[in-house]
C-alpha cells in the first residue's frame, strides 16, 4: 500500500523559510513532485525530481524553492525561501509528471503572514 505523508508546514513570516519532508512507503523508483493548492484555487504543480536527480520549477517558484531526495529514506524534501504571501497553500508530494489520484495524501498547510 503507498502512502505519502508530508510535513513540515507552517506559519511563517514573508521573507521566512520552511523544509517540508515527504516520507514514502510502498513506492521506490518514480519521480516524485511537490504541489500546492491555495484557498479557492486548482492544484498546481512546482516543482519536480527525477529518478536521476534532474530537477524542474514552476516559473512562480523557481529560484525560492529548492527541491531534493533522500533516497536511502525514501523521502523527498522542499526547501522554501523567500516565502510570500501568495505562497500559502497546502502543500502535497505526489508521483511526478502524472500524479497518482490514489496517492493523494493530506498534505501539510503553509500560511505565509505577518
Known amino acids: 500500500q503507498v502512502q505519502l505523508v508530508e510535513s513540515g508546514g507552517g506559519l511563517v513570516q514573508p521573507g521566512g523559510s520552511l523544509r517540508l519532508s515527504c516520507a514514502a512507503s510502498g513506492i521506490r523508483r518514480y519521480g516524485m513532485g511537490w504541489y500546492r493548492q491555495a484557498p479557492g484555487k486548482q492544484r498546481e504543480w512546482i516543482a519536480r525530481i527525477t529518478l536521476g536527480g534532474s530537477t524542474g520549477y514552476a516559473d512562480s517558484v523557481k529560484g525560492r524553492f529548492t527541491i531534493s531526495r533522500d533516497a536511502a529514506k525514501n523521502t523527498v524534501y522542499l526547501q522554501m525561501n523567500s516565502l510570500k504571501p501568495e505562497d500559502t497553500a497546502v502543500y502535497y508530494c505526489?508521483?511526478?509528471?502524472?500524479?497518482?489520484?490514489?496517492?493523494w495524501g493530506q498534505g501539510t498547510q503553509v500560511t505565509v503572514s505577518l
Open positions: 505526489n508521483t511526478d509528471p502524472v500524479p497518482d489520484f490514489r496517492y
